[in-house]
Every structure is written in structure tokens, then in C-alpha cells.
């Protein structure tokens, strides 16, 4: 065995002999658990971990024997203590030989609570290769100060993922909006953290109807700077979908490990549905060694601005022509129903205007409902009229001839019946309307 930190060995010999004798206590009720955190690790990485420690009651000394896979490698002198323990004796033992790391913590107690004891290094090296692996904590002993031991698992385990090429992924904005004739730049990301040594990649682009790639200088896609030169695209065009590669004779690495690796830019036509998709497919990605791996398709979701407001705008009219019929009172005149038949006509002959925005198209929808509901009241006020009837009485008699005779020779004031007064309709009250009424009184047609 290899002494990595030691504090106090005669200490630590005695806690041993006392763990021995510790595994064979009776099982406490405490809640009281040693465990690790499921983690990734990528090719070379080192990765710094914890031992966490879950105890309700006060814990005086503790152990455990992490067995890591071939590959997993423990980083000599990494381990640190925490503030929960800071200030005791610890020691920690490895064998590289057997990938066995023993950890032991003794002196004081450690309060109730949850969090790492201590911390450690880890370092993958080129015997780990991708894939999951499992770390086995054995021999876990968890003791109080009357050395009861106060764990029931005296193991646990925990997953490790080997990130590979199998792990790249590309990515793109979930969601692109786009108005008929505006161009859109579609920046595609690769992510390959951990894989370092890429030097190549393919897929399928499949574009919905109504939309179309416009070609730069460069060709359909856009470099990044992560594609140097001879990193070239090549693509061929098909029924429905365009296939691409990118790659060189020489291979050359993609640089960096995350961030755009191409775009492409759309331009919408008329012929765009309001909903519809971008489709990247096929996608594989390949190192340096020929190692290749298949990629999760990327979808992106394309709304057609222009369309989107013209259903917002054909909706809004649909809602101002039901505000307009609910105008509707029943018995109404002709001539009321006019107003509003003529009303839902001029709204639903409105055209969306696209080269307007939708508050304006809207207000010219408002510009037609606004003046409905006066011009019915006052329709309907002019359907009560009874004509003859100046004094409002119900009835057509002498007094109302009496009323506009004078009023033909005097000034009327404000609230004089003139609509019913004006009987010839020749927009003045004089003796002929008087004539007329007397006619009426009397019983004439």
C-alpha cells in the first residue's frame, strides 16, 4: 500500500483494528450513508470528486475502499478535506497496482448534515476507452464515539460515463421566425468535448417548400473558423434534401471542442406554410483514426412571420364582425340592418396589407366598427319618429298643427320635434307641413 497524506499512522492503525471490530456491531436505525455522485469523464480529463457523507447523528470515524476501473487513475496527493472535517486526522491509501483506494477519517466528529468529507482527483487515461464503468465503495464503516457502527450499506456504486465520439452532438435554434423575403443565417453547432481529434462529418439538410438556401460566396454552407483550410465541403443535391461532407485528404482536426461549425442562410418565398421544419439528418461524425459514430437528427421549427400575422389579422376581423352582428336588436328597420350588413361587407373585404404592420391593418378594421353603433342608435332613434306627432303625444291631432304653425313663424328651440314636423320633407318647417298635419288629424290619407 501506498501512504498518500498521513497525519497521525499510530492513530490510524488503531482505527483500523477498531473498524475490524466495528463490522460486526449491530446496525444502528441512524440515517447514515457514504456515497459518490454518478459523473462523465473525457479522454485525459481530470476530474476532481467527492465522498460525500449523509448522517442525522454525530459520526466520530469513518472508511471506505473506492475499486476504480482499469484506466480510472487516482491523482496522488489530491485529496483534500473539507470544512467538514478540516482539522482531523485523515489518511488515504492506494494501490496502483490493484486500482483499490482505501479512505479513512478519524479524530473529533463530524456534525450532523450532508456534504463532502473530502475531495480527490481522478485522470482518465487511454485504458479507459468510451463507455459506462461503475466505481464499487466497499467496506464502508460509519462509527459514533461508543463505536457503534452506524451504517446498514456497506457498499455502493457508482456510474461513470466515459464520454466518446459516440457523444458528439450537433445543435441549432430550436425555432427560426421568418417573414416572406427576409434571409436568416442558421448557425449550426457541433459538440465534441472530449473528443479532440474529429476530422470529419456528413449529414442530410432537408428544407419545407416555400423556403430556399441562399448560396454565399463560399457556396450553400458558411465556414466557421472551426473548419480551417483543407477542411472542405462537399455536397450534392438530391430530390427534397441537400447531402453535405466535410473533410480533407490530409485530416485535419476540427479546431476546438464546441461552437458553430457551419451555417447556412434561408430566404422565405410566399410559398412557406405558416408551420414547418428544417430537418438535419444522417448525421455522423469521424476522428482521425476512422473511427466514425451516428449523430441525433436536429430539428428546427420555422414560422412564416407573414403568415402567422395574417391569421392573427383574419381572426381579428372575424371577431370585430361578431362584435358587429351582436349590434343586432330585433325589430330592427330595414335600414339598420343595412348598417350593419354593410359593415361586415367592408370588413370582410379588407385585404392584409404586408407591407403595413398588424396594428395598422387592425386599425383599419376599427376604422369601419367604430362608427356602427352610433349610426344605429341614430337610425333607430329616426325608425321611432312618427311623423306628425311634434309634441310627442302618440297621437296626430290639431295641437301638433297648432305647435308648427308657430314655431313656422318663431324661432324653435332645441328639443322641437323637427323630423316629425317636417312633413313635405324639404328640410323646413312651415305652413304647408302644418296644412299637412291638419289633412292627417282629420283622418285624410
Known amino acids: 500500500m501506498i501512504s498518500i497524506t498521513h497525519i497521525n499512522k499510530r492513530m490510524i492503525k488503531s482505527l483500523l483494528l477498531m473498524m475490524l471490530f466495528l463490522a460486526q456491531a449491530v446496525g444502528s436505525s441512524a440515517q447514515v450513508k457514504l456515497y459518490m455522485e454518478d459523473f462523465t469523464m473525457y479522454n485525459g480529463e481530470y476530474k476532481t470528486v467527492s465522498l460525500i457523507l449523509e448522517n442525522d447523528v454525530e459520526v466520530t470515524a469513518l472508511q471506505a475502499a473506492l475499486t476504480l476501473p482499469a484506466g480510472l487513475v487516482y491523482s496522488s496527493g489530491s485529496v483534500q478535506k473539507t470544512d467538514r472535517v478540516k482539522g482531523r486526522g485523515a489518511e488515504v491509501q492506494a494501490s496502483n497496482s490493484t486500482g483499490k483506494l482505501m479512505i479513512v477519517e478519524t479524530g473529533g466528529t463530524i456534525a450532523p448534515g450532508e456534504g463532502a468529507v473530502i475531495t480527490f482527483r481522478l485522470r482518465r487515461n487511454s485504458n479507459l476507452t468510451d463507455g459506462d464503468y461503475t466505481i464499487k465503495l466497499s467496506d464502508i464503516i460509519i462509527s459514533d464515539a461508543e463505536a457503534n457502527q452506524l451504517n446498514k450499506d456497506e457498499e455502493s456504486s457508482v456510474k461513470v460515463k466515459a464520454i466518446g465520439i459516440e457523444d458528439c452532438s450537433f445543435g441549432a435554434p430550436e425555432e427560426i421566425w421568418l417573414a416572406v423575403n427576409q434571409e436568416y443565417q442558421v448557425d449550426v453547432t457541433l459538440t465534441n468535448v472530449g473528443v479532440n481529434d474529429l476530422a470529419a462529418f456528413q449529414g442530410k439538410l432537408a428544407l419545407p417548400e416555400g423556403l430556399e438556401i441562399v448560396p454565399g460566396e463560399d457556396g450553400k454552407f458558411v465556414y466557421s473558423y472551426r473548419t480551417p483550410v483543407p477542411l472542405e465541403f462537399k455536397f450534392q443535391e438530391s430530390d427534397g434534401y441537400t447531402s453535405f461532407v466535410l473533410s480533407s485528404i490530409s485530416n485535419e482536426n476540427i479546431i476546438d471542442t464546441q461552437g458553430v461549425i457551419f451555417s447556412f442562410k434561408v430566404k422565405a418565398t410566399e410559398a412557406l406554410a405558416e408551420t414547418s421544419e428544417i ?134 328651440p332645441s328639443n322641437f320635434n323637427e323630423a316629425a314636423a317636417d312633413m313635405n320633407g324639404d328640410g323646413e318647417i312651415d305652413l304647408s307641413d302644418a296644412i299637412i298635419i291638419i289633412y292627417i288629424s282629420l283622418g285624410a290619407k
Open 279 to 412: 430537418k438535419l439528418f444522417e448525421l455522423r461524425v469521424a476522428n482521425t483514426a476512422g473511427t466514425s459514430a451516428e449523430c441525433d437528427d436536429v430539428t428546427i421549427n420555422v414560422t412564416n412571420k407573414s403568415a402567422a400575422v395574417k391569421t392573427v389579422f383574419e381572426d381579428y376581423k372575424a371577431e370585430q364582425i361578431a362584435a358587429v352582428e351582436a349590434l343586432a336588436k330585433e325589430g330592427d328597420s330595414e335600414a339598420s340592418q343595412k348598417i350593419i350588413s354593410d359593415a361586415k361587407a367592408a370588413i370582410e373585404a379588407l385585404a392584409f396589407d404586408a407591407e403595413k404592420s398588424l396594428d395598422d391593418n387592425k386599425a383599419a378594421v376599427d376604422d369601419i366598427v367604430a362608427p356602427v353603433a352610433k349610426a344605429l342608435e341614430e337610425q333607430r332613434a329616426a325608425d321611432a319618429i312618427v311623423p306628425g306627432d311634434v309634441n310627442g303625444d302618440g297621437e296626430v291631432d290639431l295641437s301638433d298643427a297648432i305647435m308648427v304653425t308657430y314655431y313656422s313663424l318663431h324661432e324653435a
